[in-house]
């Protein structure tokens, strides 16, 4: 085994000790590229560099001088989500084999436990599916469903004993999943200590509720509502309060699934206001748009439909790609979540009743390649960045996955930036009978793909087994989330003012407040009752003159004060 | 009396329409000052100030006392007088005043300014003002004017339209007490200040009517206010019948603005569903939505942390409130005014984020309007750490004052820039021992600050003698815009023929000291304390009496009249009717699906975003065969498409659901 030991105790369920050296590429990491090979053994790599001595009997590829990068990580999947007891069609097997076929070696899936059903319950059920039919490493974040009492124990239990550090929670879902602000902001502040990351699905459930209700009372039924009952607009909204929650509780903020102008605005704002927020546009809202939902083929429109729903705007991807090529957006995901066409017509009379979800999870890097990259928005540096380094970082797998270096997982593709393929449902991995690229052509795809050191893909084949795939557990406090919160935490500190205490006149409040402005109502206060108005002049500290604590407290030149604040009062001289 | 009314109203009509054939007072308006004006300028300008003077609208509301009744009657007359020429007027007036006298209205006072600049926020001029009955009558150079008439040298100064502080708290309840400053007090402030009329807000306790609420403020306005007063009404709860008050208050009472709460948890705080339902009510029968702008909720949980900490003082009120929950409420707001189509007002904008936050939403467009006060335009936070509890409790209001010292200048900037639409004082005093109450828990401090009396001399001396803003804005943004907000333009808000003649002379050299001691308020602090204001009224006119002159106010208490809002102010209203009529949605006709549907179960346990429990036409899917309307081929109408786009297959063409391609 490697020496760098996070390997640890983790098995290896089989029993590869493939041995292959990539020789001739260029290799490239989110920092640098270098011309290498690369020798792997045991799924590790354990050397990179030129003229590498490797025993005999090693499979070699030859690269060409192809780029030779880090495997992409798709960090927003839904491959066991069920909709009304039906589950999607792709599952960990078809799912993981379409992310394999893109260059993706690691998908990270959302647990959405149903409401009223345990956390790590739901994880449990989600780990076995995986661990069963996963083709590729895989990770699970954790959907919140509701805040009470008893969530936090077991959050704590999946941090701390099953290797999660990354949670979901809903603004949107009115009735279901959605938190109202003050549960939000709980549930961030114990995130936090957790050291977690929060990730938020960002709409502003209440008003969509009202939007679908006014659509649906208008005889909109077709997909077309879907995006006119959540205009962008909602979208921000929620972005700017998960924001600015963010900020009151100081914790790090995912926003996942960017999909429109305005909220992607508002998070490079954000950014640059110094907020620790990332922002995960999703293949589907960099690569198409939202006029779809118009199509005359019910069935056309339908397989659009996810939340939030994709941009009308047709420059929308364009102007992702942009933020996402300056920085300002950090991951991209997929969001892949595949229902049949049968199954979105569950809500063929009532478009609130389509499950919602798009494909995109083999379809993910290239397409980034295509509109960035071969636009010349983006250099392969940062290709690497948003698709695979990024999000080891954010989710702390990095340095083990999301860098080609000696003692990281040999999870590395073989990337031909001239390739063209034309996306179609045909040939696609997904058992999906469509695709919402279809007929899209697309620059960039792997040549070869190598997960857990062994091919997987080569010359357009696919040679993977199922429940391969090995759970990667991630610790919390990721450094590249939390290494700022932690410096704010240690200034964030407030003090109270000491201050002699008022010994003036109080007025006498009734008991019962029938008018009460501004009050904290039920919180618990150290104070609840106004203790009766005792004036004990021995106490006061009050003094007449003379310098006083806060002299020395800053003031605007050219404020015209004068009286200092603090001098010169007492409470009976009050000119 | 009545009848009598009616009659010359019908003898109005007439007169009042061939008013371009009779010559005479053409010849006198000669105008002089900067722009020479086009000769009968102002009758077009006031040509239909009938139509638009609230004040008869008003007649209609039953709660129209004889006093204020009398009024339009007047100033219907006054527009007889002056069709019919200098001469008859007089002895018309007379004859009218002697019947329709009240014990209220003393005496029509007349007056001439002379000499003066009038600033009104789209142009200045040199003329004479000539006023009677409280309307102002002429204006312009040599104004033909009886004997007798007591005559005011300006001496070149500004003559500015009285200001309009949209926003004051007077008189209002707090736990069995009330504000320091009652009608009387508070107007008269405001009226030293060179404010004319004042906007207050009646807040209904949860669960009580509106409409008795509105009827107890305006009682005690009626009896007390010193100048004309109109009232927002806030809604702090929301359901129907509640709705079929603020109706009522709509079309009989005159009120056209209503605030919601974003904060005050479990008080007054609305959910974002309820504002949305209140905003598209309001929407829909031409109100403006004010807002206080914070999230409540967020406020709780720090609250509840800032005193867990220990932190007690006031200075755990601007902790505990910090800015970006008034930035992130505001955003909120706008976002629900947009999707609902409604008019926002955003009161109170205290930080610079929130101004922001408006900014940008009117550069993109939507309706927003907003409301800097005295404090926030004057001083700033960092009082909140005095030593001096007393005068640390003094500035507590919410939204906090920002404890970023460059935020003034900044809003000031806003302001002159347009951003920011109007200022108020939001003028809502406590004695020290009321705010006491909060001594040992600032959640307990009751919130408010002064600055009626403060406003126009702070935007004066911050605003344009720093070179930010001109004469003609600092009048937009003191009064015109109120006035138009507020459907009040151009009877308020504007001097010309036909206002009402609540003017100011406005000292622009003058300098004063703001304390405690020389306030008009009856509050033992002030939070401007010891700061030196450029600019302050030299003379104010309300209801065409001098109030203030030399220094000495003049004001008699229940002299002030209820001025009724009419809704759908064109200010607001008219981008938003406009935009109704584009925003219609349409529904894609398309064939029914008839494919395969997958079984599923009805239990919304779990499962994808569904909107579960919410009503749908149709919960099982029926499959009709016969009702297909699929066909295999043939055109199909395209969306837009992005030019440059490679797509093979035309969206919606060559497609039924068997080949999926």
């Not at chain 1, 200590?193 to 008003?207: K, P, Q, S, T």
């Not at chain 1, 700022?484 to 935490?489: L, T």
């Not at chain 2, 004695?431 to 009626?452: L, M």
Request: negative net charge.
């Amino acid at each position: 085994m490697s020496g760098t030991g996070y390997q640890g105790k983790k098995n290896i369920p089989h029993l590869t000790s493939e041995r292959l050296l990539i020789k001739g590429g260029r290799v490239v990491n989110d920092d640098q590229s270098l011309y290498a090979d690369v020798y792997v053994e045991d799924g590790i790599i354990k050397q990179v560099g030129e003229n590498l001595i490797v025993p005999g009997g090693v499979k070699v590829i030859e690269a060409n001088g192809c780029m030779v990068i880090p495997g992409g990580i798709d960090v927003n999947t839904c491959l066991h989500k069920p909709y009304l007891g039906t589950p999607p069609v792709d599952d960990f097997y078809q799912g993981t084999k379409a992310a394999l076929a893109g260059g993706t070696t690691m998908i990270i899936d959302h647990v959405t436990p149903q409401p009223g059903d345990g956390l790590l319950e739901a994880f449990e059920k989600w780990q076995e599916a995986a661990d069963k039919k996963s083709c590729c490493d895989y990770s699970l974040h954790v959907d919140i469903p509701h805040w009470h009492e008893g969530v936090k124990e077991e959050l704590e239990q999946l941090v701390q004993e099953k290797g999660i550090n990354s949670f979901q929670v809903y603004m949107a879902y009115k009735g279901l999943y959605q938190m109202p602000d003050s549960q939000l902001y709980e549930a961030f502040s114990f995130l936090k200590e957790l050291g977690a990351v929060v990730l938020v699905h960002a709409e502003n459930g209440d008003l969509i509720a009202q939007e679908q209700s006014k659509i649906l009372g208008m005889g909109i039924i077709g997909p077309e509502g879907h995006p006119l009952s959540r205009p962008e607009e909602l979208e921000a909204e929620a972005v700017f309060r998960a924001i600015t929650i963010g900020n009151r509780v100081n914790c790090p903020v995912y926003i996942t699934k960017v999909m429109s102008k305005s909220a992607a605005e508002t998070v490079a704002i954000a950014r640059k206001k110094g907020s620790v927020v990332f922002g995960e546009p999703i293949t589907a809202s960099l690569a198409t748009d939202g006029s779809h939902y118009w199509s005359k083929n019910w069935a056309k429109a339908a397989p659009y439909v996810t939340s939030p729903p994709l941009n009308p705007d047709p420059t929308t991807p364009e102007h992702l790609h942009s933020l996402l090529a300056c920085g300002d957006l950090q991951v991209v995901g997929s969001g892949h979540c595949a229902y049949s066409t049968s199954q979105k017509a569950i809500g063929k009379d009532n478009f609130t009743l389509i499950p919602e979800g798009t494909n995109g999870v083999e379809e993910r890097m290239g397409f980034v390649w295509d509109k960035a990259v071969a636009m010349g928005k983006m250099d392969d540096y940062f290709f690497v960045a948003v698709t695979s380094t990024n999000a080891a970082k954010i989710f702390n797998l990095y340095p083990r996955k999301g860098r080609i270096a000696v003692g990281s997982d040999a999870d590395i593709v073989i990337w031909d930036p001239d390739k063209i393929k034309t996306i179609t449902a045909k040939s696609q991995q997904s058992a999906l009978e469509y695709n919402i690229f279809e007929g899209m052509d697309c620059r960039g795809g792997p040549l070869h793909v190598v997960s857990q050191g062994r091919v997987v893909f080569e010359e357009g084949k696919l040679q993977v087994q199922q429940g391969t795939g090995r759970f990667i557990s991630r610790k919390p406090f990721p450094d590249f989330a939390y290494q700022r919160i932690k410096y704010r935490n240690k200034i964030m500190n407030m003090q109270g003012v000491s201050r002699g205490m008022y010994d003036g006149p109080v007025y006498d409040v009734p008991a019962t407040p029938k008018y009460i402005t501004p009050a904290p109502s039920a919180k618990t206060s150290p104070t609840t009752h106004q203790p009766p108005p005792i004036r004990n002049l021995h106490q006061s500290n009050f003094s007449l003159s003379g310098s006083q604590i806060d002299d020395n407290i800053p003031r605007r030149s050219g404020h015209r004060i004068v009286a200092p604040p603090g001098g010169r009062s007492n409470i009976t001289s009050l000119g | 009396m009545a009848e009598g009314r009616r009659l010359d109203r019908d003898d109005d009509l007439p007169v009042y329409l061939a008013r371009p054939s009779t010559a005479d007072p053409v010849a006198r308006q000669k105008y002089g000052g900067l722009f020479c004006n086009v000769e009968g300028a102002y009758e077009s300008k006031t040509i239909d100030f009938d139509a638009l003077s609230v004040g008869q609208r008003g007649s209609r509301s039953p709660r129209a006392t004889n006093r204020e009744e009398q009024k339009p009657s007047k100033q219907q007359t006054n527009f007889t007088a002056l069709q019919s020429g200098g001469e008859t007027e007089d002895k018309t007036q007379s004859a009218f005043e002697r019947e329709d006298l009240q014990p209220t209205v003393t005496k029509s006072e007349r007056l001439l300014i002379k000499g003066g600049r009038i600033v009104n926020d789209d142009q200045s001029f040199y003329a004479d003002i000539y006023m009677e009955d409280g309307v102002i009558k002429q204006i312009g150079d040599n104004l033909i004017v009886p004997g007798g008439v007591k005559t005011i040298e300006a001496n070149g100064k500004m003559v500015i339209p009285g200001g309009i502080d949209i926003h004051t708290h007077l008189q209002m309840p707090f736990r069995g007490t009330t504000t320091a400053d009652d009608f009387t007090q508070g107007t008269k402030a405001a009226l030293a200040g060179g404010t004319t009329m004042i906007v207050d807000h009646v807040i209904p306790e949860p669960g009580c009517s509106l409409l008795e609420a509105f009827d107890r403020w305006s009682k005690w306005a009626d009896e007390k206010a010193c100048c004309d007063y109109s009232l927002h009404v806030d809604i702090t709860h929301w359901n129907d019948s509640v709705k079929q008050e603020v109706e009522t208050l709509i079309k009989e009472k005159g009120v056209n603005s209503f605030q919601v709460y974003m904060a005050f948890k479990d008080l007054y705080q609305m959910s974002n569903t309820e504002l949305y339902e209140v905003f598209t009510f309001l929407g829909e029968h031409g109100g403006i939505a004010q807002v206080h702008a914070e999230n409540g909720e967020i406020i709780a949980e720090e609250q509840a942390r800032m005193l867990e900490m220990g932190i007690t003082g006031p200075e755990g009120h601007v902790l505990s409130r910090p800015e970006e929950l008034e930035a992130e409420a505001v955003f909120r707001a706008v976002t629900i005014a947009s999707q609902t189509n409604c008019p926002l007002y955003v009161t109170r904008v205290m930080s610079k984020s929130a101004a922001d936050i408006i900014s940008q939403a009117r550069k993109k467009g939507n309706v927003v309007f907003g409301e800097p006060i005295t404090a926030s335009l004057g001083t700033d936070g960092t009082h909140y750490w005095s030593k001096n509890w007393a005068k640390a409790a003094s500035f507590v209001t919410s939204p906090p004052l920002s404890p970023d010292p460059t935020t003034p200048d900044y809003l000031n900037t806003l302001l002159a820039s347009g951003d920011l639409s109007v200022v108020g004082s939001a003028h809502c005093t406590f004695s020290v021992a009321q705010k006491a109450i909060g001594k040992d828990d600032f959640t307990q401090i009751p919130e408010g600050v002064n600055g009626a009396e403060e406003r126009m001399s702070i935007i004066w001396d911050k605003a344009v003698v720093t070179g930010k803003m001109d004469e003609n804005m600092f009048v937009a943004v003191t009064s015109t815009n109120a006035a138009k907000i507020l459907n009040l333009y151009p009877r308020k808000g504007r001097i010309a023929v036909g206002s009402d003649s609540d003017l100011v002379i406005w000292d622009t050299d003058a300098v004063r000291t703001i304390t405690a001691k020389t306030h008009h308020s009856a509050a033992e602090y002030n939070v401007f304390e010891g700061m030196e204001l450029r600019g302050a009224p030299m003379l104010v006119v309300c209801q065409g009496k001098i109030v203030l002159e030399d220094g000495n106010l003049h004001a008699t208490s229940g002299t002030g009249r209820f001025i009724p809002c009419s809704p759908f102010p064109d200010f607001a209203y008219k981008r938003v009717k406009a935009r109704k009529q584009l925003a219609i949605l349409k529904a894609v006709p398309r064939g029914m699906y008839d494919g395969p549907v997958s079984e599923f179960s009805p239990m919304s346990r779990g499962g994808t975003p569904s909107a579960s429990t919410r009503t749908s036409p149709t919960k099982v899917p029926v499959r009709n065969l016969h009702q297909s309307g699929f066909t295999l081929s043939g055109p199909e109408e395209a969306p837009i498409r992005p030019a440059g786009r490679r797509i093979v297959v035309p969206p919606g063409g060559r497609s039924n659901i068997t080949s999926l391609s």
